[in-house]
């Protein structure tokens, strides 16, 4: 049960190449290779490594990764959330919505049953109001998580 969290939250992060950032990062959180975390006020991301505010730096061999919230972080965190949640919600309601269904049965001494809503439509309803409630779920908890860029580096072997 663990895992669904975690895959939500990885959902929201985006994996970068070294070379890949340009200027500094403000308020990071630098994975060593050790498996030491420290959170730093502010780094410059090089493919060679990470410079630290005081002068000094990290070589990359010493790295595993370097994680950061953009200044859109709440924004796109939002827009990842809606993007997720929405399909998964029609998805989820569709399938709910046909499996819900059920023909009525014939009046007694009549031969014919007038069903209000047919399997199909009912699925079509069902997968809309999911689609509207995981929808509005997945933009509040995706703005509330925020999005997240990260630097992975891989040691040479």
């Known amino acids: ?9 990885l959902g929201c992060t985006t994996v970068r190449a070294p070379g890949s950032i340009a200027g500094p990062v403000e308020r990071a959180t630098v ?14 991301i090089a493919g060679d ?3 630290l505010p005081g002068g000094g730096g990290v070589p990359a061999e010493a790295l595993q990764s370097v994680r950061w919230r953009p ?3 709440q924004e796109r965190g939002e827009r990842d959330g809606a993007l997720i949640g929405a399909p ?3 998805v989820a309601g569709a399938i709910f919505g046909a499996a819900a269904h059920r023909s009525c049965p014939p009046a007694r001494g009549l031969n014919f049953c007038i069903d209000p809503i047919s399997a199909g ?10 689609f509207g409630v995981a929808g509005v779920g997945g933009t509040l908890i995706g703005g509330g998580v925020g999005h997240h860029e ?3 580096f891989t040691p040479p072997r």
């Open 121 to 130: 439509a009912l699925a079509l309803v069902c997968g809309f109001l999911g």
């Open 49 to 51: 490594g990470i410079k």
């Open 1 to 9: 049960m663990r895992a669904l969290p975690l895959c939500l939250l």
């Open 150 to 152: 990260e630097v992975t």
């Open 31 to 44: 994975r060593y290779a050790s498996g030491a975390t420290t959170t730093v006020p502010k780094v410059e």
């Open 71 to 73: 200044a859109d972080a």
């Open 88 to 90: 998964l919600g029609f």
